[in-house]
């Protein structure tokens, strides 16, 4: 099964520094892509771990003895690669985002551009669904979403104007949605603006931004020192979390200084940001708004 071409594929595995006989996981799976290059790179010693809650990228699991692939969200990291007896490895990469695959296909809801059922989930087994946001949520919890997820500043209107509509029709398809808005939606920016209460909502099914902080408070613990930490995000809500956690071990407090007045991190200076260059962006439009950055556990 095609999902889509690995944004910053080249880049993000050399990041890694992948040792021949190291211990690896690409926590968004996907397709293979990242986890297929990682692959090339070990010997018979070394060994991949994969993550992904989407049944549909299970389909394309590799057969290799070196390789693992665990059906579940990477918030569980931890966890699931204890029940393989691993506490430490070397490396550790992610592919944020919505893969192509899931934009491409109608009924999974994600894209402005089908008259699909608003589903929205990467995991089909979750209860909550876009559809139940749209129709159930208070206006005010609503603008929240819009506002903070979907960084709107009418919010306020269009949580609105979506409780007047349903209260006449429940709102089932993403036309329903777009024809409810569209006293919001300028012509030339009409796709923009979708887009973003698309993300929205998609951020609020999937708590995409709590997954994220439990996934990264896991990996100083989970990084041999000196083991790196390799991460693509497509948004600034995904990026600002990541940089400020490489930078700090930390998302939202006040960061620790040590006795000389440096900051405590668990990590190494992050290394520089990495974009993709125009010919990517040109072969693989989904790459346009990657930012990669990587990082490298400092010596306990």
Same mark, same amino acid.
């Given at each position: ?206 708590? !995409?931004? $709590?997954?994220? @902080?439990? +996934? ?11 083991? %790196? =930490?390799? #991460? ?19 998302? !939202?407090? $006040?960061?620790? @200084?040590? +006795? ?11 290394? %520089? =940001?990495? #974009? ?25």
């Amino acid at each position: 099964m095609e999902y889509h071409n690995p944004v910053l594929l080249k880049q993000s595995v050399d990041g890694l520094e992948i040792a021949p006989d190291g211990v690896y996981v690409d926590v968004t799976f996907g397709g293979g892509g990242h986890s297929k290059e990682i692959l090339k790179r070990l010997d018979k010693g070394g060994h991949l771990f994969a993550f992904d809650q989407d049944e549909e990228a299970i389909q394309n699991t590799i057969d290799d003895e070196r390789f693992d692939l665990i059906s579940g969200n990477f918030k569980y990291i931890k966890r699931f690669l204890r029940i393989h007896g691993v506490t430490k490895v070397n490396g550790i990469l992610a592919d944020l985002g919505v893969s192509s695959h899931q934009f491409d296909v109608a009924e999974r809801g994600f894209s402005t551009r089908f008259d699909a059922l608003l589903d929205m989930r990467m995991d089909s087994k979750s209860e909550l669904t876009a559809h139940q946001i749209v129709n159930s949520y208070s206006e005010a919890k609503l603008q929240d979403i819009l506002f903070n997820y979907g960084e709107l500043r009418n919010s306020k209107g269009i949580a609105k104007a979506i409780v007047n509509a349903r209260s006449e029709n429940k709102i089932n398809t993403s036309f329903e949605l777009k024809e409810a808005l569209k006293n919001f939606l300028p012509q030339h920016r009409e796709h923009k603006v979708m887009a973003q209460i698309f993300q929205a909502f998609r951020i609020e099914v999937n708590q !995409e931004l $709590e997954a994220l @902080k439990e +996934f990264l408070l896991q990996t100083p613990d989970l990084l041999l020192d000196g083991g %790196k =930490l390799s #991460v693509i995000s497509y948004h600034s809500l995904e990026d600002r979390l990541v940089k400020r956690f490489f930078k700090f071990g930390l998302f !939202e407090e $006040e960061p620790v @200084k040590d +006795f000389y007045g440096n900051f405590r991190s668990p990590f190494n200076k992050p290394e %520089k =940001l990495i #974009v993709p260059l125009p010919e990517e962006i040109k072969r693989n439009n989904r790459a346009r708004s990657a930012k990669l950055r990587i990082v490298a556990k400092a010596n306990d």
